[in-house]
């Protein structure tokens, strides 16, 4: 099993250009998490799917912050437009609802915003 | 909402002694606590993770203990290697199983086992 695929691994950008995050978690998996991590703020839950459909975007900071899943297999981040505060690793992680707990990782997209 | 609080935020052994990090947490309902391992340059992986019906688990060299009433609990690592240097990461959620659940992650702790 290849893991959790998460596209690009290193993106910099400058303020105000639109950044897409992309993940492919894993096959059978249906629950999908979108995370942020940063030092002062540690690993924050931005929003999860399960089967698809957006559960839970509480932890979504500011409109300028959207994700979709428009399938099992493939979920986007996307922030329009970007902000220095902005930068950060995000990592996107997938779970097999039902059968555990754990929830797998993926390598992660370090993001930087200029 | 849930907050849970590590420490410590870093923790310096010698190769062959024991490691502990603890964690508590303020949400009552809570009751799954798994604890992540963050290698420089990955993503967290889960190595042991307990239940609120039991009160220590055990799996080889790591084990961690949870007590309800004072909502605390804390991963025990013995006989430290170099390869247990990464940092940890405890969490805590109200849910588990099939039902919608979402995990809330202590800040982390950075280990470092000097050989």
């Known amino acids: 099993d290849a893991g959790v695929i998460q596209s690009p691994r290193h993106e910099v950008t400058e303020m105000g250009q639109e950044v897409t995050l992309r993940c492919k978690p894993i096959s059978g998996h249906n629950s999908l998490f979108w995370y942020r991590q940063t030092m002062m703020r540690g690993l924050e839950l931005l929003i999860y799917?399960?089967?698809?459909?957006?559960?839970?975007d509480s932890g979504m900071p500011e409109d300028r912050f959207s994700a979709k899943m428009p399938n099992a297999s493939f979920s986007t981040l996307k922030i329009q437009p970007s902000e220095p505060r902005d930068s950060a690793v995000y990592f996107c992680?997938?779970?097999?609802?039902?059968?555990?707990?754990?929830?797998?990782f993926g390598p992660g997209t370090r993001l930087t915003v200029l | 909402g849930e907050n849970v609080e590590q420490h410590p935020s870093t923790l310096s052994v010698q190769e062959g002694d024991s490691a502990v990090i603890k964690c508590t947490y303020s949400d009552s309902a809570s009751n799954y606590f798994p604890w992540y391992k963050q290698e420089l340059g990955k993503g967290p992986q889960l190595i042991i993770d307990?239940?609120?019906?039991?009160g220590e688990k055990k799996d080889q060299r790591i084990a961690v203990t949870l007590n309800k009433t004072a909502k605390h609990f804390s991963l025990h690592i013995t006989e430290t290697q170099p390869e247990d240097s990464a940092v940890y990461f405890c969490?805590?959620?109200?849910?588990?199983?099939?039902?919608?659940?979402?995990?809330?992650f202590g800040k982390g702790t950075l280990l470092t086992v000097n050989p």
């Open positions: 969490a805590a959620s109200k849910a588990s199983g099939g039902s919608n659940y979402k995990l809330t």
């Open positions: 799917f399960n089967n698809n459909v957006p559960i839970d």
């Open positions: 992680a997938s779970r097999l609802r039902g059968q555990s707990n754990e929830q797998f």
């Open positions: 307990i239940r609120s019906n039991v």
